[in-house]
């Protein structure tokens, strides 16, 4: 069933706008938002550029790692695509694991052992067998 929409009264659609307002000017005071207006749309790490539908992979980094460091001037920022941005997390996390800082630190080798490493000795054990 389809419902019948009555129109907005003055006072509401005065309301709806000004609510649409404070949302913009909200968004554009978040820092996402200033760094999109300081710095080109091109990824600072791989140099792919970036616009309309796709600027939406195009994220906001902190160089200290510190959410909280917003200088009005940007310079805590760099605009990173979705990729380049975990890669750059994920190489602060193994700095972790190789300084033996992270909580749940690996050795080295146990991290990166090759899963056919006793592949050999296995095929090996198997022939003996027969």
Known sequence: MVRKRTPMTQKQR???LADLRRDVARRNASYRERALAIYPH??????REFSGKRLKELTVHHKDHNHDNNPPDGSNWELLCLYCHDHEHEKLIEAKYRDGTASSAKSEES????PFEELGSLLGEEENAE
């Open 14 to 16: 005065d309301d709806a």
């Open 111 to 114: 991290r990166f052992a090759s």
């Open 42 to 47: 091109i990824c600072a790490s791989c140099g």
